[in-house]
């Protein structure tokens, strides 16, 4: 039976890396019927939005979307796309494995980490509005039901993925009662779980840590804002975004999307590296049950790396998105 997968290429450099990643998911052999839909500012004119219901009604039916990145306006325009795709359908766990990678030179050989994020609320979900002319007010909320429902995830995560801890990453002491609410939340599932370790972290000291010492954290457990920081500061410790895959998952959908956003700079000039994508097809593969197809492309990225011959600019390379996807073809 073939997949039947809602692709959404995005815009910037998504259409390329969203192309180099399905050319590599197809070398398995595995077959993939791509339900391919457009959202962002390019569908804008024709729909009146940036994320059409037929956009969401296709990932419902289908259940996978692989996505590419969508471009936000900054301070104007509208709202995001990936915001509100997450929050439609319920994609309240956004799932961020940072590892080393082999000949990605970085300054820390041996990052093991993974972001679990909460994906629907806390001040990420843009809910704000002008006092008057000269202030502005964003309201943080943070409900004890989504808090505990991505600390379970954190710990079943940790349980299935032989993870030995899990850290929640907040900042309680000077946001009492909404932070306050997130820790206890995780406090109380972290009682469910004794073989896993708990601690927290404030998220400022955090940061301060996962830069000296990355080695002593496991997976990192954080509400949506912090979450969103903290995965960036983790792709920079294995070589960048170009490197760092991830995941929004929920009960009845998932969509697969690097951490990374559109790079405006670098679209259309066959130039971003696909490797944060083409990961974030390894989780889906994973997601699929298809673990050997994911296990073999893991393994031919790995090798591509290594090698250090046909990789991206941003890792050292002169190879474009196009003839990166070739090596790893190639090799699997
Ligand atoms: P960005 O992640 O797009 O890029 C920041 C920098 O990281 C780039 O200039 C580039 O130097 C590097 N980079 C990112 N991806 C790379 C790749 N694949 N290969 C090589 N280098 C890469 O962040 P930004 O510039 O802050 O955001 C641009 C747009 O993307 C914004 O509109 C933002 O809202 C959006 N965004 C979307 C998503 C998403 O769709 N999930 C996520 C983050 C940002």
Not at 33 to 51: F, H, I, K
Not at 123 to 134: I, P
Not at 254 to 279: R, W
Not at 293 to 307: F, I, M, N, Q, T
Request: with cysteine; aromatic share 6%.
């Amino acid at each position: 039976m073939p997949h039947r997968i809602t692709l959404i290429p995005g815009d910037g450099i998504g259409p390329e890396l969203s192309q180099a990643t399905r050319r590599v998911l197809e070398a398995t052999g595995i077959v993939f019927e791509w339900e391919v839909q457009e959202a962002g500012e390019a569908v804008m004119s024709r729909y009146g939005t940036p994320l059409p219901d037929h956009v969401l009604e296709s990932i419902r039916r289908n259940r996978v979307a692989l996505k590419g990145p969508i471009t936000t306006p900054v301070g104007k325009g509208f709202r995001s796309v990936n915001v509100a795709l997450r929050q439609s359908l319920d994609l309240y766990a956004n799932l961020r494995p940072c590892r080393s990678l082999p000949g990605v030179k970085t300054p820390f050989p041996d990052v093991d980490l993974v972001v679990v994020r909460e994906n629907t609320e806390d001040l990420y979900a843009g809910v704000e509005h002008m006092v008057g002319e000269d202030a502005a007010e964003s309201i943080k909320i943070i409900t004890r039901k989504a808090s505990q429902r991505i600390a379970r995830f954190a710990f079943q995560y940790a349980i299935r993925n032989g993870r030995r801890r899990v850290t929640a990453v907040h900042k309680a002491n000077i946001m009492k009662l909404s932070d306050g609410l997130f820790l206890e939340s995780c406090r109380q599932v972290a009682a469910e779980f004794p073989q896993i370790e708990f601690d927290d972290r404030i998220v400022d000291n955090m940061c301060m840590q996962l830069v000296q010492k990355p080695g002593l954290y496991d997976v990192l457990l954080a509400p949506n804002l912090y979450g969103d920081i903290i995965s960036d500061l983790c792709a920079g410790l294995i070589g960048g975004l170009g490197v760092a895959a991830g995941a929004n998952l929920g009960d009845s959908s998932a969509v697969f999307e690097a951490v990374h956003g559109s790079a405006p700079k670098y679209a259309g000039q066959n130039l971003a590296n696909p490797t944060a994508l083409i990961l974030s097809g390894v989780l889906m593969l994973e997601h699929l049950g298809e673990v050997q197809a994911a296990g073999r492309v893991k393994k031919a990225l790995e090798a591509v790396l290594a090698e250090g011959k046909s990789v991206t600019f941003d890792l050292g390379g002169h190879a474009g998105t196009s003839e990166m996807a070739d090596a790893i073809i190639n090799m699997l």
